[in-house]
Structures are given as C-alpha cells and as structure tokens.
C-alpha cells in the first residue's frame, strides 16, 4: 500500500471507553471543586461550550488510574499518556493531586472576564502560559494557552525571540491578499510563511498563522463576530475550535496545500462524493496543535484515484462548487478567506442561543450520536460584475445565475456548530455532500 492510498482509505471509530474514562475523571474533578463545576455551567449557559470540549489535559498522580488510561486507549511516553484514535486531552504524570487544565486564547483575557487574580507563569506572546484558576485541596483547575507549543511545562523563551513572534503575526495579519495574478499572490504568501517558519518554527509560526486568518475571516461573518463576543465575556476566546476550511481552485489547489504543509500540516484522509457530485477535501492535520483543515477542491469522476493535494489538476469544461467559489471570491489562501471555521459545542444548546440572538441556521447537514452539524445560513458580499461576466460567457453560469449574482451577490462564510461524541474524529461524507450543493452559488436559480 502506497503512503497516498494508506491515507486515502483512513477511517475513524467511535472511543466510547476512552470517552467514558475521560468523562468520569471530569466529573470527579468537579465534584471536588465547585468552583469550577459552577464555572463549567456557566461557560455552558453564557455561550454553548463543554467544558469537555476544552480540556487542554489533565495532571494525574494515581497509578491505578494511569494503568485505567492505558486500558481506554492512552499510550504513555516519558510520563505523558496520549490517544490519538479520537479527540481526547493528554494525561500528565506529576506529584500532587489532581489538575485539570482548560484551553483558552488568552489567560488574561479568562482571568478579566471571571474576576480572578493569579499569578501567571510564561511570558506574554509567549509559546505557553498557564494559571491555576480554581483550587479545591487536592484538586484544581487552571488555564492554558498554548500558542503552537507542544509540551507542558513552561518554556524559557527570550525577548527577541517573542519580539519576532509578535512581528511574524502582524505580517500575516497585514498581508496581502488581492493581486492580479494569483501565482503572484500564492508566492507573496509562501514567502511571509518561509520567514516566519524559519523565525520561530512551523509550529508557533502555524498558530500565529490560523490566528490572522480567523480574525480576517471574521470581519466577512457576522455570525462569527456575535459568537466570538459571548465567548469573550467567558474568558475563553476562540478555544474550541474543531477544524477551518479552505476552498481552493483546482489549478493553484496544490500551491495551498504546499503553504500548509510548510506550516506543518500533514495529510491525513481523503473524501471523495462520488462520481455525480464533483468534489474532494484533503483533510489536513497539524499534529502539535491538533488543528484540522478541510481543503475542498473540484473534481472529475475519472480522478477518484489521484493524490489531488500535489498532483497537476487541468481545468474542467464546468466549474463544480469550489472552482465557483474560487473564480467569483478569489482563494480562500487569498482574498476570499476561510469559508467556515467550526466550533465544538452542545449543538442544542448553541443553536438556541443563536437563533434567539438572531443568527439563522441552515438544517443540519449531519445528525447522528456521535457527529452533529450544521451552519449559519451565511454571510453575502458582493461579487464583481467583470468575474462574474467572465464566468457567464466561458459557460460556468447561465443568463439567470449571472444575472442574480450580478444584483445579489453571493454567500461567502459561514460558522460551523459541531459536536463530537465518544471522541469521534471522521466526518460525514453523504452529509457533506448534501450541504455543499446548496452552498454552490448557482443553487438558488437551480429549481
């Protein structure tokens, strides 16, 4: 088996002993402090996450309970215990009693908004900092943030080497993303990437890196805007995110993914529709930040079997939706942006408080025990009348289509509500499928 078709065929499975080991070691831990129980219903209540969903990892001094890990599906190296098969904190042996550790943005920002004061250790800007927020005798909580860095323990770190960091992040945040020529464009990118890559490494220079982009794709969403508000005012920022997702053309697909990979993303699997639908994503993972990318690119019935994330892709006769997408917004590495980041949430409970905040949903493009998802309806920006011209006459959009895109323009991003259950790490191909039709900019006119 080729290293292409071992990734290729790569499927998930449910870890509801994992999940079950994971959830009870939680509950324990807040039963024995509650001023943290109260703070998990709190985050609960104020903006739609599980406490569950940002458990950075935990410290553990309980031999018995290590071996119990072992059982569920964690593999220990050097004192810390990991499981890869699902979405899962790391376990960390240390002496003492037990701490939880939760993921958020900023400490400051979670210390501000729940009114405590703590010492903090690590530097500002720094690859890690952390606090303990809740102590309850043997048993505490505290918070993370973790910028790109892999380990647990605080890291020493120098002024110029944070001064290069903060640098790094302002250069993607103030990139460029419009040119005429869009290799020009693809270079410009790869090249603020190389630097901050060879300044700080893929890691840091990665998490900086999905930072711009997210804070770019939220100025085009207002969902994201209102969503990001309530997570603030519980001091956990943009902590729970799940995976971003990127449409590309297919003729500059493999330029992307090359940026990616620079940034220390590694293929993980592929999704293809089928022969009628037209698409493929390369799922993407960055295995120090467990950050996941969904690449959508089009393609032909013929081409199931290529590895689309490198190879040459020719142009099609017919745009499917990403190629679309990408002639009427521009590159979602480029001037588009991202077209979703998804969130983990209780999905009930965030979609209430959405839909009452006035955010509309779209159905729910999968909804099953372990996976439920779905997306705001949308945001909708205007689209050049020239690209549009343009597409209409090489045969990509009839007289109608172009005609509303012209008046109306057409939806560019959205927020994703996902939930995972029993650490299910895959995603619904049929599912998928179904929502992206309706995200083609044609679907509108099609009835």
């Not at 994992?18 to 959830?23: D, H, P, S, V």
């Not at 697909?253 to 698409?279: D, S």
């Not at 959009?397 to 959205?414: C, K, P, T, W």
Request: proline content about 4%.
């Amino acid at each position: 088996m080729t290293n292409h078709q071992a990734y290729r065929d790569r499927e998930w499975e449910r870890q509801p002993a994992a999940e079950a080991f994971l959830q009870d070691l939680l509950d324990r831990s807040l039963t024995a402090c509650p001023d943290a129980a109260a703070y998990a219903a709190k985050l609960l209540s104020s903006c739609g996450v599980r406490i569950r969903d940002i458990v950075d990892h935990i410290e553990i001094n309980d031999l018995p309970l290590a071996a119990t890990a072992g059982a569920a599906g964690w593999h220990e190296h050097e004192g810390i215990w990991e499981n890869r098969a699902g979405h899962f904190p790391g376990l960390v042996r240390k002496d003492g009693g037990t701490r939880v550790f939760l993921r958020v943005e900023s400490v400051e920002l979670f210390l501000a908004a729940n009114g405590l004061a703590t010492t903090i250790e690590g530097v500002p800007h720094g690859p890690y900092r952390r606090a303990v927020a809740y102590s309850c005798g043997d048993t505490s909580f505290g918070v993370v943030e973790r910028n790109g860095y892999a380990r647990y323990d605080v890291p020493t770190v120098s002024e110029s080497t944070v001064r290069l960091a903060r640098l790094q992040l302002q250069s993607f945040r103030s990139r460029r993303r419009h040119f005429d020529d869009v290799e020009q464009g693809l270079r410009h990118t790869e090249q603020l990437v190389d630097a901050a890559v060879a300044d700080l490494g893929p890691h840091w220079a990665c998490d900086l890196w999905l930072r711009a982009e997210r804070e770019y794709w939220m100025m085009r969403c207002p969902a994201a805007q209102l969503q990001k508000g309530r997570q603030d005012e519980a001091g956990i920022g943009w902590s729970n995110i799940d995976h971003h997702t990127y449409d590309g053309s297919r003729r500059y697909f493999r330029h992307t993914v090359r940026i990616l990979e620079k940034l220390g993303y590694e293929l993980r699997e592929m999704l293809y529709a089928g022969e009628l639908a037209g698409w493929g994503s390369q799922i993407l993972e960055q295995p120090v930040l467990k950050s996941t990318i969904f690449a959508d690119v089009d393609l032909a019935p013929e081409e199931l079997g290529v590895d689309f994330a490198h190879e040459v892709l020719p142009e099609l006769d017919r745009h499917r939706r990403a190629g679309l997408v990408s002639a009427l917004h521009g590159e979602s590495i480029l001037e588009a942006g991202l077209n979703h980041v998804a969130f983990l949430y209780d999905q009930r409970t965030l979609r209430a408080q959405l839909e009452h905040a006035g955010a509309k949903m779209m159905p729910p493009f999968s909804s099953m025990e372990h996976l439920y998802q779905e997306l705001t309806e949308g945001s909708w920006v205007p689209v050049d009348p020239r690209r549009v011209a343009a597409l209409e006459a090489a045969g990509h959009l009839d007289a109608s289509q172009a005609e509303d895109i012209r008046m109306n323009g057409a939806v560019l991003s959205h927020l994703e509500n996902i939930e995972r259950n029993d650490g299910y790490k895959g995603f619904n191909k049929p599912g998928i499928d179904g929502v992206l039709r309706k995200l083609d900019p044609r679907a509108r006119t099609a009835a």
